[in-house]
């Protein structure tokens, strides 16, 4: 078991451009979720996964944003013509109803859109 | 919506105690949890609860009171090492956490 991971830690992209964040989570949690934390904050949901199925979405998550789990192992979070809003840490998370409680969080994707 | 609030700073002294509190309405409850996060790290599970009273783990207790709303989190014998982040959680459903802002504990020799 070697946590949840999350590639790339940062990402600097100008403004406009699109970017793409992946997600492994613990092999054998079924259920995803994706937050968004910027500085002095705690983290805001933006969409939970059960196995491939994306079943909720956050109002936070605009159009630009598009998150898939295609084989219900990881993941993939996409923002599309970012914007200096967009910049801020990008984490998921993963869990099992089956095994414990716990949440265990990824170290995140820090995007700066310049 | 929900409401989650705690305080933004703590400092102490090391060997010391600090209690975090945090209060909470939210349209459901399903637990709350308490989180620490190093800078830059991710967040890392501390504790849990979802009945009323208090939960020890080693140096970290959490109590939670239902019916007001209301947790804290206990830090005893106070190291360099826990200046972070400390971040309360409520789960109102089946699944999603809510979190609050985050109370930064800064420990001092």
């Known amino acids: 078991d070697t946590g949840v991971s999350q590639d790339p830690r940062h990402k600097i992209t100008k403004r406009g451009q699109n970017v793409t964040f992946r997600c492994d989570p613990i092999s054998e949690h079924n259920r995803l979720y994706w937050y968004r934390q910027t500085l002095g904050q705690g983290p805001e949901f933006l969409t939970y996964?059960?196995?491939?199925?994306?079943?909720?979405k956050s109002r936070l998550l605009s159009d630009r944003f598009s998150a898939e789990r295609p084989k219900g192992s990881f993941s993939t979070l996409e923002i599309q013509r970012t914007e200096q809003g967009d910049s801020a840490m990008y984490l998921c998370?993963?869990?099992?109803?089956?095994?414990?409680?716990?949440?265990?969080f990824g170290s995140g994707t820090r995007l700066t859109v310049v | 919506g929900q409401n989650i609030d705690q305080p933004t700073e703590m400092t102490a002294t090391e060997g010391a105690i600090v209690q975090i509190n945090c209060t909470y309405q939210t349209s459901g409850f399903n637990g709350l949890f308490w989180y620490q996060q190093h800078a830059g790290e991710a967040p890392t599970f501390l504790s849990y609860n979802v009945l009323d009273g208090l939960e020890e783990k080693g140096r970290f207790s959490s109590f939670l009171s239902r019916s007001k709303g209301y947790s804290y989190l206990l830090l005893k014998e106070l190291q360099m090492k826990d200046s972070a982040s400390y971040l309360c959680?409520?789960?109102?459903?089946?699944?999603?956490?809510?979190f609050g802002a985050g109370t930064t504990v800064t420990v001092r020799a």
């Open positions: 959680a409520v789960r109102d459903g089946d699944y999603k956490l809510s």
């Open positions: 998370a993963s869990s099992s109803p089956t095994r414990g409680i716990g949440y265990t």
């Open positions: 996964f059960q196995n491939e199925a994306q079943l909720e």
